[in-house]
Nanobody, 113 residues
Framework: QVQLVESGGGTVQPGGSLNLSCTAS????????MAWFRQAPGEQRELVAR????NNTWDMDKRTTISRGAAKNTVNLEMNNLKPEDTAVYYC??????????WGQGTQVTVSS
């Protein structure tokens, strides 16, 4: 069974930075893309960043950078100059070859002074 485990959420002041990490298991997975979405209260879930298995990337804006981690099946999301409107639950997403789409449990990011 595919599992996605997120880490790195928390509370940060406006202008601060956070690094989120997502590890997919088992490590024999053949994923085609991994991504980060976020969902604020009362809002729809939206795509923040995506990376493909051939390292094509897309980021919502210049304040975020998605990258592969050192460990297998790990992707990281670096977020800089965070704003209160970035407050949301951030979800890891993976599309796995011949298995479908999977989601993590989510990690809370709160930007507040």
């Amino acid at each position: 069974q595919v599992q996605l485990v997120e880490s790195g959420g928390g509370t940060v002041q406006p202008g601060g930075s956070l690094n989120l990490s997502c590890t997919a298991s088992p490590d024999t997975l053949s994923w085609t893309s991994m991504a980060w979405f976020r969902q604020a209260p009362g809002e729809q879930r939206e795509l923040v960043a995506r990376i493909t298995n051939i390292n094509n990337t897309w980021d919502m804006d210049k304040r975020t950078t998605i990258s592969r981690g050192a460990a297998k099946n790990t992707v990281n999301l670096e977020m800089n100059n965070l704003k209160p409107e970035d407050t949301a639950v951030y979800y890891c997403n993976a599309v796995v070859w011949r298995m479908g789409e999977f989601w993590g449990q989510g990690t809370q990011v709160t930007v507040s002074s």
